[in-house]
């Protein structure tokens, strides 16, 4: 870890906290009073700081508004339940994949202390922010982009690294009803799919609007060769339970490395469930719904933690998916992820980063 010091703090004159109400926290749309800002040039990161939170100021010939080189991420950080420590879920896991996703795009490498001293350095400034209403969270996200203003095609030689954060509920709300998708593409293998950046979504904007304007609020989406096999839901990835196995579509170049996923999938292993991450067809997923023995599917992310499917729509046909009770796995399994969230129960896994 660096020095802290290295650090310069700018702390905001003034606060907008408390004029929001944290009862209503739509999400993303309220933003804490500062952030964490890093500069990127001559081959290192420097200058960190944590500054108000403001606008910035950047040329019209900024290269990552011309050619999408910038990533992201998302985590969160949770108000334990002795209501006095602040708990961030997995922020070092969320530093390894935003590198890789700034290597398939050729940005520069982020060191970890640079990432997380600056996070927990944040956490700490804006720890009020933390909600304690039941189901909220603090969202952090880091992002990075390219600052060059040069418009010709290539990696730029400029970064800024900036993390705010937001007071968020939660991200669905209600019954989630999913259309599959047959046309449109948001990532095909060798693309970007895996990788967290700006493009990644861009691609799932119309057929979003398109499917949620027919009554669904996400797309369940298909491979990009022939649209055969399920890879995501929206803005998540999607888990099925079929004759009591968990099954998940396997990872590749265009599947997100989700890290809900990955939790998911290592305490189930640990309580003795079988797991398969595998391709999962079409086919197979309609014949288990009209056979009735496809128990849940739920999507799995950050935002979305695991949200239960209530209707996939393929060919025109909305099948019902049985909704969750208190045996259900998806409830015991949001149950033991919020256990470790709130620090109801030790973190076996060490995943929990107190602040």
Known sequence: MMDTAQILIEKSKTSSRNDIDFNQLDFGKYHTDHMYVVDYNQGEWHDMRI?????LSISPATAALHY???????FKAHRAKNGKDVLLFRPERHWERMNKSMERICMPYIPKDVFMDGIIELAKIDRDWVPTQEGASLYFRPFAFAMDAFIRVKPSENYYFIV??????AYFSGQLNVKIEKEYVRSAEGGIGSAKTGGNYAASLLPAKMAQAAGYQQIMWTDA???????ETGASNVMFIIDNVLITPKLSTSILDGVTRDSIITIARDWGVKVEERR?????????LKSKT???AFGTGTAAVISPINIINYDGIDYQI????????S?????????????LVEDPYGWIVKV
């Open 331 to 343: 409830t015991k399994m949001l149950k033991a992820l919020n256990d470790i969230k709130y620090g």
């Open 51 to 55: 500054v108000p939170y403001q606008n």
């Open 294 to 296: 496809l128990n849940e």
């Open 322 to 329: 049985p909704q969750p009770n208190a045996s259900s796995f």
């Open 225 to 231: 060769k022939e649209h055969k096999y399920i890879e």
């Open 68 to 74: 999408g080189q910038t990533v992201f991420e998302g």
């Open 280 to 288: 999962v067809s079409v086919d197979e997923v309609i014949t288990a």
């Open 164 to 169: 705010f954060c937001s007071p968020v509920g």
